[in-house]
């Protein structure tokens, strides 16, 4: 029997319903254009609910001096000067209004006695300019989204998957998905299409992403539509993932851990940040403590279990209870652990994809007419290396240039040339699914690249471990071929894993591919064989199937902004 088919249509679709989808899609309604969003997950447990810091904007609540130059001279220097500085100078110039925007929206966030903004010091940052609610800022930012959206009606489609974006003659004219319960088949026509569905960093085996999100959707709506990638290889490995249980293998451990006294040891017991960065320990940078953690365990100092351990046990239990409520709670519910009592076990884990669908800085439009992308599924802003607290500036921020961005494309257009055959294409590439009936198990196959991508893209890569690795994906591809998918009573989930596989297999051929033409040592990205920053290689690298790789020189970095990047005094600042 046929699947049913709902046909809808809107001005603008928004794909993703985190913080960046949510943030444009309020835009777009609060200018009277129409904006359907649409999530494959809850929009209340959005991937951006998990993020816990703060936020970043010059406000000079704390310290009068900050100001938006500093804020991007600081984004930019720790970007490795891969950066865009166009890009950090609209982020960290509309950060302020960003934050007005929260507050406007009924945001709570965490206050001085005066009733100022409350700032604090995060990663790198010269001045305190992160602002706050307790540890759980992206969820607060998160409900404040929703909260806003369902006042302005904005339909949200939730627990639908979209496995393509439709165009014809190189402009997008809508896009096509299925509901993950009962199989109903949605063709969605618009003018525009914003593309919010997060990163790839589910492509590895501990990752801080939950199952079945950021495993690489974005990367492959947007490549098949006739985008490219920028800098796919520059992802961000937080210092500390939990170990166990194996189903929640990466959830991090908050930095702030670290910020409040927490000891990084290893298996002997020794305080191991002394050998890598004795002057600022446990406050280094977030690429150096990954770095270190990873290189004991390599050397064979770490823990049975393959980790090392972070220690807050020596801290007044009040301090715990206060200031790491959520961590807390964290390893109660998954460990039964007393971490004002016993170590935490962690290990590096796959964070932030920095790098992301390549994008102009001035509205994040693609090289497709009328496609946009937003927050981790976009590039140009953190290079390689990312602040802690810029990622959830940049979504609203470019959340309402973007929404502003797509609404005016729509009003040029005098027709939406759309296409019968690239419609039949799309329900086609569901249909041939549904009916594969192979041996391969598409869990077994996700499980294998993300074995892949672990064992020679993780934390140090080398040229041999790289070229092994695009072989074992290429023998993935082939398996894939062979692949059986089997929805049952509860619904279409494996349909689902079947396109998840597939966007992994894309953004994991273009890290491999992009990691190693990257030859050198550079922020996040660690080559053993090329320990060294090339100035020849402060470009931006882009990837797709059909060029391959090409390099893009980044534009100079205004004197205004290049004055005021020095290093940055750590003392008593979490580096992040």
Known sequence: MAATEQRLSTTVLVIGTGGAGLRASVELAEAGVDVLAVGKRPKDDAHTSLAAGGINAALATMDPEDSWQQHAADTLKESYLLGDPRTTEIVTRGAARGIDDLERYGMAFAREQDGRISQRFFGAHKFRRTAFAGDYTGLEIQRTLVRRAEQLRIPVLEGVY???????????????????????????????????????????????????????????????????????????????????????????????ARGEGGILRNALGERYMSRYDPERMELSTRDRVALASYTEIMEGRGTEKGGVWLDVSHLPRQTVMSRLPRVYQTLLDLQMLDITRDPIEVAPTAHYSMGGVWVRPEDHSTDVRGLYAIGEASSGLHGANRLGGNSLIELLVYGRITGRAAAEYSESLTAQPRSAAVVAEARAEVDGLLAADGPENVRALQRAVRDTMTEHAGVVRDEEGLRTGLAELAAIERRMEGVGVHPDIAGFQDLAHAFDLKAAVLAARATLEAALERRETRGCHNRSDYPDMKEELRVNLVWSPATGITRESIPPVPEEIASLMEEVPADGKLQE
């Open 162 to 256: 979209i496995t393509r974006i439709l165009t014809h003659e190189g402009a997008v004219f809508g896009a096509y998905g299925f509901d993950l319960k009962d199989g109903t088949r949605y063709r969605v026509h618009a003018d525009a299409v914003i593309l919010a569905a997060g990163g790839h960093t589910r492509i590895w085996r501990r990752t801080s992403s939950r199952r079945d999100e950021n495993t690489g959707d974005s990367f492959r709506l947007a490549v098949e539509a006739g985008a490219r990638l920028r800098d796919p290889e520059l992802v961000q490995f937080h210092p500390s993932g939990i170990i166990e249980p194996e189903n929640a293998a990466g959830t991090l451990v908050s930095e702030a």
